[in-house]
């Protein structure tokens, strides 16, 4: 059985590298990567990776978010080039978390009537430091109890899927069709969510993710709607500030919260990621 993860990508250098390895340390035999416009090191973690023919990179320079269009591409190309039995649609802040054994063998046990696996997301909070060498999973070690959207409504779920050279994906990467009558495995697969790392990596995001949905002309302007909305706040105000600190953690706040119930420590990819990097020191 050959699972291939897909990645689409733009300036994600503070956790490209761990996503990657974390996946491929999970059984992940392959990986199909497009890299949007990004102006940081990401070109260079993906092509590492490249060169030890772990990787397929492909440079996508329309500056139009069309997320729907490169992932659904790679998911075939997942089939077509490099003959998936299972394909996984990630972005590069998620890690999918099996809850026993590895995902490899996850997938490699399904029945054979499943041809879709859905993995509820929980969001991890940021809890800030001003030294930006500390990596990401040193400090986001707390997560929501009830994960919320951008909206305020429920976090999707994610779904993974059987190889199939038809299959469509959307834009959030949170369904699929084109691959005929879906039969759905749940609960096996959880899934990690860090959306906010730092200041600069969510006010880039903001900017460029917004921008480049207002040049869409494809989608519907509903589709992503709230990354639309922030950034067009921040072309009124010049700043994300008011949104930046309603993301922060302090510890007054980390104690509230816990002690509410509203979120809970979690140190599993903390330890994973910990224990990794020492294996391969």
Excluded at 141 to 153: A, M
Excluded at 233 to 258: C, H, P, T, V, W
């Amino acid at each position: 059985m050959k699972l291939v993860m897909t990645l689409a990508v733009r300036d994600e250098e503070d956790i490209l590298k761990e996503n990657i390895d974390f996946h491929l340390s999970q059984g992940v035999d392959f990986v199909i990567a497009t890299d949007n416009c990004s102006v940081d090191s990401t070109k260079d973690i993906l092509r590492k990776y490249e060169n030890e023919g772990k990787l397929f990179y492909i440079y996508e320079g329309n500056d139009n978010y069309n997320k729907r269009k490169w992932v659904t591409g790679m998911a075939r190309m997942a089939v077509s080039d490099f003959g998936a039995d299972w394909v996984i649609n990630n972005d590069a802040d998620e890690f999918w978390w099996p809850r026993e054994n590895t995902l490899k063998k996850i997938f490699d046990s399904l029945p054979s009537k499943i041809n879709v696996v859905e993995a509820r997301r929980h969001n991890f909070v940021h809890v800030h430091t001003e030294d930006d060498s500390i990596p990401f999973y040193e400090t986001m070690i707390f997560r929501d109890v009830i994960s919320l959207n951008h909206l305020g409504k429920p976090l999707p779920p994610k779904r993974a899927h059987v190889g199939d050279r038809n299959v469509i994906i959307d834009q959030g990467n949170h369904s699929v069709a084109g691959i005929g009558q879906q039969n759905i495995a749940g609960g096996e697969i959880e899934i990690f969510h860090f959306p906010i790392r730092s200041h600069k990596q969510i006010l880039n995001k903001i900017i460029k993710m917004g921008a480049a949905y207002s040049r869409n002309t494809e989608l519907p302007k509903e589709v992503g709607i709230a990354r639309r909305n922030r950034y067009s706040e921040y072309m009124k105000s010049g700043n994300i500030d008011s949104f930046y600190q309603d993301q922060i953690y302090d510890e007054a706040r980390l104690s509230s919260e816990l002690h509410a119930g509203k979120i809970v420590e979690d140190t599993r990819l903390k330890d994973y990621l910990t224990d990794l990097e020492l294996i391969r020191k």
